[in-house]
């Protein structure tokens, strides 16, 4: 029986680095990375280590100092590349959701569709479909600040998965959450990045949620190693 071929590569990082303050402080040394479509990847490691430095890399909202680094076939150090890389290959969760307070839940939803020029029948539709899949159908009408901190980062995952993106960078996701809330949240983002088959790279200081992943990385002072 032949095997089946490898899902094709949504990131390919070789030997990045990245450093601050003049080359003095050196956040990534020598990093290199794949990651499939269809599978969960968690970059493990404590706070300081470089993992959100390198989510901002992957997501164009850093650059890097050297290597080479291409994003479902843009490469992040080009202007015009990252601005599609964001709006049509990309979707990010943040610690903080990052959601416009005095807009309800879905006007917050609509947002990546406007940028991307989405046609108003077809983002009404998505909104729904999107709020009913995690939930919160029935917050759709409710501002941001009058929803607790599950939904609101329920919210944060249906604004990510808008445009139907390849990749989802997530940054501590459930870092600002309780214990059981948290579970929650990372159960739903775990289930619906497979039900969708895309790849998701999960950025934690949380073992249990790294070892549900597909694959494990411990970032550890700035270099990437097998966990």
Known sequence: MNDLPAPAALVRGRHLRKTYDAGRIRVLDDVSLDVRAGEMVALWGASGSGKSTLLHLLGGLDVADAGELTVCGCDPRDEADRLQLRRRHLGFV??????????TVAENLRVPALAAGLAADLTAARVRELAEAVGIGHRLGHRIQDISGGERQRTAICRALMNSPPLLLADEPTGSLDEDTGDTVFALLRHLVHERGI?????THERRFAEQCDRRLRVRHGRIEDA
């Not at 943040?94 to 807009?103: E, S």
């Not at 790849?199 to 950025?203: P, S, T, Y």
């Open 199 to 203: 790849a998701v790279v999960l950025a």
């Open 94 to 103: 943040f610690q903080l959701h990052n959601l416009i307070p005095d807009l």
